[in-house]
């Protein structure tokens, strides 16, 4: 018979979320069912440019994941520096990273292995967005709407208005 502890199993989803996707909202929900607790950590280096400031970024996940079913079980903080300090330092039981397809795989690999190297305690749990996800990403969203492209059913409603408002802001 299995017995029950008091300690609460917490994972960390990082990313930098620039923007965050209906994919990574699907990661978000996939994990909570696995989880007690998840940790969006959303990482300061988004690269060279961000469409997003970290500020932003971080506002736009709350506000995405606040009206979901799963809100409760999920808290969203910046962050910078090694994933495997965080990992240690809220004492996470495994890391979050997702799959589209098998490119991705061979990078998330070496990350894990990496964050295994650093933080052995905490293992990476590898999982797959629902297939209607499959295909995007924050970067495809990016390109697409500063072409004049529609996003909107890619990304929540309140990422799509902020987006639309930042290009606004750059065409005058």
């Given at each position: 018979m299995m017995t029950s502890t008091n300690r609460s199993k917490l994972a960390i989803y990082p990313g930098s979320f620039d923007p965050i996707t209906h994919g990574h909202l699907s990661l978000v929900e996939r994990a909570t069912k696995l989880f007690d607790r998840v940790v969006v950590a959303v990482a300061a280096s988004a690269g060279k440019e961000p469409f997003f400031t970290?500020?932003?970024?971080?506002?736009?996940?709350?506000q995405s994941i606040d009206e979901k079913p799963y809100a409760t079980q999920v808290e969203v903080i910046g962050f910078s520096g090694l994933l495997a300090d965080l990992a240690t330092e809220l004492n996470a039981a495994a890391i979050i990273?997702?799959?589209?397809?098998?490119?991705?795989?061979?990078?998330e690999f070496q990350m894990a292995l990496m964050n295994r190297k650093l933080a052995r305690t905490v293992e990476t749990v590898f999982l797959m967005p629902a297939l209607s996800w499959v295909y995007l990403s924050s970067t495809i969203v990016k390109d697409v709407a500063t072409h004049g492209g529609d996003v909107s059913e890619l990304v929540p409603?309140?990422?799509?208005?902020?987006?639309?408002d930042k290009i606004a802001a750059r065409k005058t």
């Open positions: 970290h500020d932003e970024r971080i506002q736009l996940v709350r990273r997702g799959l589209r397809a098998i490119s991705d795989f061979e990078y409603a309140v990422v799509w208005q902020a987006m639309c």
